[in-house]
């Protein structure tokens, strides 16, 4: 069966629509990266006056949706590829159809050039050029500290102080785990980030409500705890993983969503909100992971003996809660993890985080301007 020569015009005109489209979106995307890191003052401008109606109109419309559109979008189109490999197949195969396998194909083609130009105008638009911005340690006059021993285990020091008078509050014993169990928690970190933006007006605007994953499980395969989406513009975060980990997670996604991508400083801004809610359980979570991240950059500077001293003061709760994770995080180590964590590191160094991964690690120099520890 052949094709009239009516719908091979009009067959040629939809692939050249697709290759102006496609074109129109690889240009967009390209325009604003090159002005982003080599126009200076163009990404804070862009940051405050264009960015925002990303977060305040999409976000608000995904916002409505309980499940996560991108989590569903990714499924659809694995969905729509195995449908379309098998209608292709077929005129493959059936002989009267084969007549339109060039049509097939050259659709295909389009569709997924139209897509991939898309996607990558959507992450210039609503990330890309957000890493090249002025940091929010400088927008907020703080400036970070380096990390030096005697800093790191005085900083270590004073977030187990404030853990222990958590674990308090909580009532916690270190008999079980943290529970999240009557904290609701999408509330209640849209009013953290909310009641941060009143000190930090740089976090000012709407947050959308953030999306725990289905598959969540299967994001810790891939060692991932959260993700923003640049395309959808919505918080999604992994419900897997041990309470401790997820109102400081969801917290940083929600801080991508007022344009601070840089991992260090979302996980910065992620424990200032925590530490302004009137949860309990989301200062808890702030500040545990706060401790995280310092813990690693003590264990580097100090002997083995003084690193075991200093775990010896965490308090039950904080222990059990670290021993959780590592149990937790043990059963997903293999090739996937590691592909994984290689792939965001690549990431990450091909928008200018020179430490990659190491990155989210880099809060600490903001949390020891915080409590004013080392030289200012």
Same mark, same amino acid.
Not at 31 to 42: C, D, E, H
Not at 108 to 120: G, K, S, V
């Given at each position: ?168 509050? *909580? ?8 529970? *999240? ?9 849209? !009013? ?116 075991? !001293? ?6 039950? &709760? ?12 043990? &059963? ?20 200018? &985080? ?23």
């Amino acid at each position: 069966m052949e094709e009239s020569e009516a719908k091979k015009r009009s067959n040629r005109k939809k692939i050249k629509k697709a290759l102006i489209e496609s074109a129109c979106f690889l240009a967009a995307g390209l325009i604003v990266t090159l002005l982003s890191r080599n126009v200076s003052g163009f990404s804070e401008w862009y940051a405050g006056h264009i960015f925002p109606a990303f977060p305040d109109t999409l976000g608000r419309l995904m916002s409505l949706f309980p499940f996560s559109v991108f989590e569903i979008l990714i499924y659809a189109l694995a969905v729509l590829t195995a449908l379309y490999a098998l209608y292709f197949l077929i005129i493959v195969i059936v002989p009267w159809w084969r007549g339109y396998v060039k049509r097939a194909a050259s659709r295909a083609l389009c569709f997924i050039l139209l897509l991939a130009t898309f996607c990558f105008m959507m992450m210039s638009l609503t990330c890309t050029v957000n890493y090249s911005r002025e940091t929010f340690a400088n927008l907020t006059d703080r400036q970070m500290t380096m990390a030096k021993k005697d800093g790191l285990f005085e900083l270590c020091g004073l977030l187990i102080t404030h853990l222990s008078e958590l674990s308090e509050e *909580l009532s916690a014993d270190g008999s079980a785990p943290l529970s *999240l169990s009557g904290v609701d928690l999408h509330k209640e970190a849209r !009013e953290a980030m909310k009641r941060l933006s009143q000190d930090e007006k740089v976090l000012s605007g709407f947050y959308p409500n953030p999306k725990p994953v289905i598959s969540s499980k299967w994001m810790s395969y891939l060692n991932i705890t959260g993700i923003y989406s640049p395309f959808t513009m919505e918080a999604n975060y992994n419900n897997d993983i041990p309470d401790h980990y997820i109102p400081y997670i969801i917290c940083h996604e929600l801080a991508h969503l007022r344009g601070f991508i840089r991992e260090d400083e979302a996980g910065f801004i992620a424990y200032l909100a925590c530490r302004k809610s009137k949860s309990a359980e989301f200062r808890y979570s702030g500040a545990i992971n706060a401790l995280t991240h310092a813990l690693n950059a003590y264990r580097k500077e100090a002997s083995v003996e003084e690193y075991a !001293e200093l775990l010896s003061t965490l308090p039950a &709760q904080v222990a059990r809660d670290f021993w959780v994770g590592r149990t937790y995080w043990k &059963q997903f180590e293999g090739k996937v993890a590691e592909a994984a964590t290689m792939a965001n590191d690549s990431y990450l160094k091909a928008n200018a &985080q020179e430490d990659g991964v190491k990155s989210y690690g880099r809060m600490v120099g903001l949390l020891l301007a915080e409590y004013r520890i080392g030289d200012l």
